[in-house]
């Protein structure tokens, strides 16, 4: 078992390493997970309490609560999935604060094997990050661990693990770090979680995993491979009729390469179309909705029938509102929308970009009825928004600077065999991306595959970066589609050492991660 890192000991560091300390330190070293050469910064307590006191509001509170992540039993609207969760329901406990507000989460490890919650999307003390053997030790089977940091950004977020391909069941949840200053402007909030769902079906996302590594295919270099495990029951046939299996291709012309894994499920908070989740209103209402997707291998094209959504936030960063008809989001990818709604029953949909299959919900502010499952609002074929295209509101802008580092992360790797790699190397055997606090660090993704991969980095934003250099959308998720080129500035603000992976569960574990690391 890891030993016991304190809270002293981890800041404090050993060897100048953040996050590695003792004899835990050692063995990372030792299995050659970070390179010790040139050593990393490590803040000091004093500088992580000044930092967490100028985030905290004079009138904030401590918000506590407690994740139980454990074996559970989860009705998806007909069928029961066995899998593991921290409710009985998917999604988890949503989580609320302000932001400035302390926040104290106590997880309570009754799984059979370790595990570790991250703060997605939260730029908070590199200690909390939840990132096992970099940033703390993994919480044992039967294992207590706190989590406790200022929430510093409003927004919308979520959490998971960072151990394995646990994501891809039901260990996720909703947290919102609300503004105190937001005026609102709005007459009902609509939380909507969409999900690819494989866990209970016959095979375990460590199933699907190392059906991956074992079969063959050409897809990531070229060629056709994919995992097709999540057909089940011989039933070939997905959510609402959509066939499943060999003839799926799991490409998109939004996308490339669109996935890995055929589902058998696509949910919207944890409900199969033939059993959806129901936003009852009145005509006329003005609903905020947050959607988040939590999905392991699956890219979302949202739509709500009958209406136009206005994009308000993209990751938790106000964004100058745009209209669009549809709105594309990958995994890890969070947007805010406002929409006026109309008189009726509409459709929430969210197809699985590239793959057969869709996620449905509905809002009802009228009577009528709706043909659940096979629904395809026009609006999915019009305008599709990417919300790195967006400009972020003046308040949230990054200034424009000439970057003083620029790192060039080149995606690649593919199905045969199965391994994902960022400048050549899986994460195992990569070098770190040394910056210095009071940088702006560029980072330039260079996808060499034909898969997309939604790149996320750990502890900061970004703003994603205009062909002419200047900065547009705030986010910490962005996509970057087959053969093309992605830059992104984040400013050097918050010293540790912070993960940047594809959020793709399957590459990520296999190798598509690298460390950002801040060095003295």
């Not at 696509?266 to 939590?294: E, H």
Request: proline share 7%; charged share 15%.
């Amino acid at each position: 078992m890891s030993p016991v890192i304190t809270r002293r000991r981890l800041l404090a560091g050993t060897a100048g390493v953040v996050g590695l300390a003792g004899s835990a330190g050692a063995a990372a070293w030792a299995n050659g997970l970070l390179a010790p050469d040139p050593p990393l910064v490590a803040p000091d307590a004093d500088v992580v309490g000044r930092v967490e006191a100028a985030r905290r509001r004079a009138s904030a509170g401590t918000v506590t609560a407690t994740l139980t992540p454990r074996p559970v039993s989860i009705d998806l609207g007909g069928p029961v999935a066995s899998t593991w969760g921290y409710d009985d329901t998917a999604p988890g406990p949503m989580i609320r604060v302000r932001a400035g507000d302390l926040l104290r989460v106590q997880v309570v490890n009754r799984l059979p094997t370790d595990t570790s919650v991250h703060w997605h999307g939260l730029a908070l003390r590199n200690d909390m990050d939840g990132v096992p053997g970099v940033t703390q030790p993994p919480i044992p089977s039967g294992g207590r661990h706190t989590y406790e940091f200022t929430a510093p950004d409003p927004g919308t977020y979520f959490y998971h693990p960072h151990s394995g391909v646990q994501l891809d069941r039901a260990l996720y949840g909703v947290l919102i770090v609300d503004d105190p200053a937001e005026p609102g402007g709005y007459d009902a909030e609509w939380i909507v979680v969409l999900d690819d769902w494989v866990d209970g079906t016959g095979r375990t996302p460590e199933q699907v995993l190392a059906s991956l590594a074992s079969m063959g295919g050409m897809h990531g270099d070229g060629g056709m491979g994919h995992d097709m495990g999540g057909m089940h029951g011989g039933a070939g046939m997905g959510e609402g009729g959509m066939p499943m299996g060999g003839m799926e291709t799991m490409t998109s012309p939004l996308l490339g390469g669109a996935g890995d894994v055929v589902y058998p499920h696509y949910l919207i908070n944890g409900r199969i179309p033939a059993a959806p989740v129901t936003l009852a209103g009145k005509p006329g209402q003005r609903v905020r909705v947050r959607l988040v997707n939590a999905a392991s291998d699956t890219a979302f094209r949202v739509a709500l029938a009958g209406h136009r959504l206005t994009v308000t936030h993209a990751d938790g960063f106000p964004v100058v509102p745009t209209g669009t008809d549809a709105l594309l989001l990958a995994m890890g990818e969070r947007a805010d929308v406002t929409v006026t709604l109309a008189d009726g029953v509409f459709p929430l949909v969210a197809v699985a970009e590239g793959k057969a299959g869709q996620g449905l919900a509905v809002v009802r502010t009228g009577a009528g009825g709706l043909s659940a499952g096979t629904v395809r609002p026009g609006q999915l074929d019009r305008r599709v928004l990417n919300t790195a295209a967006l400009r972020a509101a003046d308040p949230v802008r990054l200034t424009d600077r000439a970057p003083d580092r620029t790192h060039r992360l080149v995606l690649g790797g593919g199905m045969m065999p199965y391994r994902w790699t960022i400048n050549g190397a899986t994460f195992r055997d990569s070098k770190p991306l040394y910056v210095r606090h009071g940088e702006r660090v560029r980072l330039r993704f260079v996808n060499r595959t034909t898969m997309f991969h939604p790149m996320h980095v750990h502890g900061h934003t970004f703003a994603v970066t205009g062909a002419n250099g200047t900065a547009g959308a705030r986010k910490d998720t962005v996509i970057v589609t087959p053969h093309q080129t992605v830059s992104v500035d984040l400013e050097a603000s918050n010293p540790g050492q912070w993960m940047t992976h594809c959020h793709n569960v399957y590459h990520a574990e296999t190798g598509m991660m690298i460390n950002l690391a801040y060095q003295a």
